[in-house]
């Protein structure tokens, strides 16, 4: 949402727009990672980690790197490009996730706010990947001018790392197209965790690949799912911190909702072309339940794709 109700003027809600992770969290989080993993496994179906589908189906090529099975490089590429490419399955493929936190000022608003609701989502989905054997990176979004940070996990024991660069994040950049890195060239599995005001939902064609998995969380607070009928409300941006005194009534309120309802639509068109699986949550959803919605195979499209709650 461009703008934020506040209860205190000021430039910025300066503790929504941090992330602060309770001291339960760890435990949280290897429950969850137990639970979520039968969960894939059941969405998997028996032979292992795939993608579109199960077995050792060649997806594509990519770069060589040290330790892979020589046998496996590609020589007409090697005779053309003058690199090594290696053949890649579906299988290689799903060990290899990302993990992309939106962090722009626009995720500052709720209690919880969305910035910290998607950070212990993305925890747990990083818990997941390394409980799984995979290669997890983690993205956030940086302020414009600056390079997103990123960090990879390959081992368990890299959790707390990970927790540790979720917790240095701020909701502090604009909203506005994010381009995947590189980092995203060769991944199976990519997360994308914002709200749905930070961007257009023709930015999902550039997360997409073929072969690849595209898993979307929409978050929303409370106070966007389901704004109060009338009043005399304080509105602030969480952009440049301007405020407005807004005062609503019954139209007004029914003119944003069907603005809303028109954005979801637009996020669910723009997901079904790419098949990828788009969950709307609120802000006060434990991430227990956001990740269980996005993952399990029984959770089915239509929950997945649901509208916002009023």
């Known amino acids: 949402m461009t703008s934020s109700a506040a209860a205190q003027p000021g430039p910025l809600d300066r503790e929504a727009a941090r ?3 309770s001291a339960d969290l760890p435990g949280r989080l290897e429950r969850a990672a137990a639970r979520l993993s039968a969960e894939l496994g059941r969405r998997e179906g028996p032979g292992g980690a795939s993608l579109a589908g199960r077995g050792l189906d060649w997806v594509g090529f990519r770069p060589y790197r040290p330790g892979d099975d020589a046998a496996l490089i590609d020589p007409s590429l090697l005779a053309r490009l003058g690199r090594p490419f290696v053949r890649e399955t579906r ?5 290899r996730w990302l993990v992309a936190l939106d962090q722009s000022a626009s995720l500052a608003v709720g209690r919880p706010s969305k910035l910290q609701a998607l950070a212990e989502l ?9 409980r799984a054997k995979a290669r997890v990176t983690l993205l956030a979004q940086a302020p414009p001018g600056e390079p997103a940070r990123q960090l990879t996990l390959e081992r368990r024991g890299d959790l707390l ?6 917790a240095a994040g701020q909701a502090s950049g604009v909203d506005g197209p994010w381009l995947p890195p590189s980092a995203c060239a060769d991944v199976g599995r990519v997360f994308w965790l914002s709200d749905p005001f930070a961007a257009a939902p023709s930015q ?3 997360w997409f690949a073929p072969g690849r998995e595209l898993f979307v969380v929409q978050c929303l607070a409370p106070l966007e799912q389901d704004p109060p009928q009338s009043g005399g409300w304080r509105w602030r941006s969480p952009e440049d911190g301007s405020e407005q ?3 609503l009534n019954p139209e007004r309120r029914q003119a944003y909702l069907l603005e809303l309802e028109r954005l979801h639509q637009a996020w669910a068109r723009a997901a079904s072309v790419r098949r990828a699986r788009l969950v709307w949550c609120s802000s006060a959803e434990p991430f227990e339940d956001v990740a269980l919605r996005l993952l399990s195979p029984s959770a089915g499209r239509e929950r997945g794709l649901g ?3 009023r």
């Open 307 to 309: 509208s916002p709650g």
């Open 204 to 206: 999902l064609e550039r």
């Open 161 to 166: 790392r990970g927790l540790r660069f979720l």
């Open 122 to 130: 993305a925890a747990a989905l990083c818990a997941l990947g390394l």
């Open 245 to 247: 005194l807004v005062e």
């Open 19 to 21: 992330v602060r992770f």
């Open 91 to 95: 299988r290689e493929a799903s060990s």
